[in-house]
């Protein structure tokens, strides 16, 4: 078994960021700039936040940050979109999700110019992406298609059974994998909690992809020998074995389906690293105008 080590790569690609940067600030006098726009307190969404600036600073990008009480107006906020929008100097902008309930999510994304929403959330990037037009691709399905990538795992005509099929993971995910590309020309088989018989659907799977938001729901019965499996899942367990009184597990139940996969991504320490650096390489595109120009 090859364990995907999501962390080593992460700090590979941030090194050839970095190295980008310098170049373009040297010929252009250009440095990126991401921006984010954060709501409340939550203490999750100032986490992510807080690492997205850092992950900014470590490969030399301008960041900044706008912060908002939680009962701001949602034309507070369109504005501030839009003014950011206008501004020349930043190349992507993210807003921090969730959002307080009286703010419609879709209304703000859809506000963001599809050429700086590297989150790639925009129904114009989701599309786009779809017909297999230049996009921006959202975090976490950019972090898996790119280690995928780097642990030259092949996957052209090999069967790809993904599991959920949420809007930011599993769909992009199915898109991905399926379309007319290295990697990519997989038969796609999509599963959420409405399939019959997922038991036998996931053991025929030379790459399975697991975002199912259940800890360790995935056993070793349900995997094929010699597997790809890609754990997208991190839920916080109370354990006696750790200092903190915490560890990270995925969805995968590791120890057992390790013995039978030919690579498998960690918890932590597989996709979870590879998010930020999504969103630093979708900035950097930006900023060389490589999607839109
Ligand atoms: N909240 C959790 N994940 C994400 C993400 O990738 N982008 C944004 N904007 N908010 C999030």
């Known amino acids: 078994m090859e364990l995907i080590d999501g962390k080593k790569i992460a700090e590979s690609i941030k090194k050839e960021i970095a190295i980008e940067v310098e170049r373009i600030k040297n010929r252009d006098g250009k440095v990126p700039h991401l921006a984010a726009i954060l709501v409340g307190e939550d203490p999750a969404s100032q986490t992510y936040v807080n690492s997205k600036a850092k992950a900014c600073h470590e490969v030399g990008f301008d960041s900044s940050t706008y912060r908002f009480p939680a009962d701001v107006s949602e034309k507070e906020l369109l504005e501030t979109v839009e003014f950011i929008n206008n501004d020349p100097e930043i190349d992507g902008l993210i807003v921090q999700l969730p959002l307080p309930k009286h703010i419609d999510p879709q209304k703000v994304i859809q506000q963001i110019r599809p050429e700086k929403d590297v989150d790639g959330f925009h129904p114009v990037n989701v599309g786009r992406m779809t017909i ?91 995997v094929k020998e010699g597997a790809v499996v890609i754990d997208v899942g991190i839920h916080r367990v109370e354990s006696s074995q750790t200092k903190s009184g915490f560890r990270l597990i995925g969805d995968v139940k590791f120890d057992e389906v390790s013995k039978k996969a030919s690579h498998i991504t960690p918890v932590p320490g597989g996709v979870g690293p590879m998010t930020i650096v999504s969103l630093l390489m979708n900035t950097l595109k930006s900023a060389k105008k490589e999607i839109y120009n």
Do not use: W
């Open 132 to 222: 297999g037009l230049p996009a921006y691709i959202s975090a976490t399905p950019n972090g898996i298609m790119e280690l995928i990538m780097r642990s030259g795992i092949q996957t052209t005509g090999k069967s790809c059974v993904i599991l959920g099929r949420s809007n930011i993971v599993g769909k992009p995910m199915s898109i991905l994998m399926a379309r007319n590309a290295e990697p990519g020309n997989a038969t796609v088989t999509v599963c959420h909690s409405k399939t019959k018989n997922l038991k036998e659907v996931t053991a025929q799977a030379d790459i399975l992809i697991v975002a199912i938001g259940q800890p360790e729901f995935v056993t070793a019965d349900m």
